[in-house]
């Protein structure tokens, strides 16, 4: 729904910068989020701990990663928090599949791998909170996407069978969730999908804007 690389780009290089560690790029970033911030920091960390200009002073990088991970993640909420949603965008046609989803009276959720306090606000900052009746993030369970739990709790939640409820979502993350919780799945072409072809990942259809996917609901 929400292009975020940017506050993701912002907040990891704030976090970075207190670290006394080169910035991160964004292509980078594409490659690394969605499988929860606890991810997104280790893979950076690696990556960033790695580079020449960071071992060319000598410095011991062997197990950094690991010591440097409680400070980092401290800082990165910090930040996060701080700018949530002033560096990201909504993609085109997001407000107006929701709202033709929601005059259907469809229930529905937002389910995340972002932390929950985060994707709150992210929501409320672009005024998206209003179109679901439940938010979850990556800590409201005890397994994150792609384990199919979250999902199977969510259609708990919204009092509907997997069988039939839908998942719109980015990622292969999404898709695999999908699949093993026995949920109809549509991708959209756009998204992030760790650098890798989002029709590649499992799918019933593939969507260009979320107003495209207003009639899927009962079409199968």
């Known amino acids: 729904m929400v292009d975020t690389l940017g506050d993701f780009e912002v907040a990891l290089n704030r976090s970075l910068a207190g670290l006394d560690l080169p910035p991160v790029t964004r292509a980078l970033v594409e490659r ?4 929860g911030s606890e991810h ?7 990556h960033q701990l790695a580079l020449p200009e960071v071992t060319a002073y000598g410095r011991v990088c062997v197990g950094r990663a690991d010591v440097l991970f409680e400070p980092a993640w401290q800082a ?3 930040h996060y ?34 932390p929950l306090a985060f994707a709150q606000g992210l929501l409320k900052a672009k005024g998206l909170d209003g179109y679901f009746d439940r938010v979850f993030g990556g ?42 919780a026995g949920c109809l799945v549509a991708l959209v072409t756009y998204g992030y999908n760790h650098g890798e072809p989002i029709e590649q ?18 079409s199968r």
Request: some cysteine; overall charge neutral; proline content about 6%.
């Open 32 to 35: 690394t989020v969605g499988k």
């Open 40 to 46: 997104l920091i280790r893979a950076v960390l690696d």
């Open 76 to 78: 990165y909420q910090r």
């Open 81 to 114: 928090r701080d700018i949530n949603g002033q560096f990201s965008t909504v993609y085109p046609g997001v407000v107006q599949g929701l709202q033709a989803w929601r005059d259907q009276g469809l229930p529905m959720a937002c389910l995340t791998n972002k």
């Open 139 to 180: 800590d409201s369970f005890e397994r994150k996407k792609p384990d199919p739990l979250p999902l199977l709790k969510t259609c708990e939640a919204l009092g509907t069978a997997p069988a039939q409820t839908l998942m719109v979502g980015d990622s292969q993350n999404d898709a695999l969730a999908a699949r093993a």
């Open 201 to 218: 990942a499992p799918h019933d259809w593939l969507l260009n804007s979320l107003i495209d996917g207003w009639n899927l609901v009962g």
